[in-house]
């Protein structure tokens, strides 16, 4: 695991992604909600592989900064920078074109679906045939079915689920459709993946194999990851920087160990 190095703006990059444009760039970020601050002057760097956290206490605007880094709710004030593009004016559609791609706290799957038609749908952004080709079966139609069919398969390999892949998503086991809900947003091809509380409901063992194939996605994708998670021994043991957020504001930035050690922190979880 590589040093947290400072940098000029907003805090920290991994030592490994230093002199590369960070995939994001999070400076005095913030929603209002009829007066209510939700989240306040919130800063953040993420390194272009980086493996990062985003932890605090229920309510304290978690969702809400993921919401808002996709454009699901457009910021009051702040600049998000995309690999060093604004992405001010850009709809969640666009955002995800740009390279953003997310799961969510509640599973989000078409469950009467297959599997691997769960997967295709992710490829949407990537399409090369146009209506007329694809209402008409011609040729181009089918070379890019066949790519589909074949890149679905390699994504679910990952998470040797290929098997499952004529079975419909409603079917699979809790573990499974929230692994399936991250390969679908990989099939984005994306430059930074948020997975909103990856591990909740998992048991012990489903944790332990969900942290070996988070690093396996930045290793073999070279992207980031900005994780919200509730288990803190998943938050330890693959990030490399954590931020932790509370009543909307960002209370501390570090290493895993600095983090937990930090006063503020132990207050806001645990009390005085």
Known sequence: MSKLVPIPSTGFLNERDIGKTPVLEATH?????????????????VGRTEITG???????????????????????HGTILLDGIDTHGMNAIQVNKAGIARTFQNIRLF????????????????VNYNTLEGIL????????????????????HIFDMEHLANHKAGSLPYGAQRRLEIVRALAT??????????????????????????????????????????????VTGICEGIAVLNYGKIIAKG??????????????YLGE
């Open 111 to 126: 469950s009467t679906l297959s599997v691997e038609d769960n997967v295709k749908l992710g490829m949407h952004n990537h």
């Open 255 to 268: 290493t895993p160990q600095e983090v937990i050690n930090n006063p503020d922190v132990i207050r806001s």
């Open 137 to 156: 079966r011609l040729p181009r139609y089918w070379q890019e079915e066949k790519r589909a069919h074949e890149r679905a398969l390699e994504l679910l």
């Open 54 to 76: 985003l932890i605090g206490p229920n309510g304290a605007g978690k969702t809400t900064v993921f919401n808002l880094l996709t454009k699901v709710y457009q910021p009051t």
């Open 29 to 45: 970020l913030g929603i209002e909600f009829g007066g209510l601050k939700a989240v306040d002057d919130f800063n953040l760097t």
């Open 189 to 234: 091809e994306p430059k930074l993946l948020l997975l909103d509380e990856p591990a909740a409901g998992m048991n012990p063992s489903e944790t332990e194999e969900l942290m070996e194939n988070i690093r396996k996605i930045r290793d073999t994708f070279s992207i980031a990851i900005l994780l919200i998670e509730h288990d803190m021994r998943l």
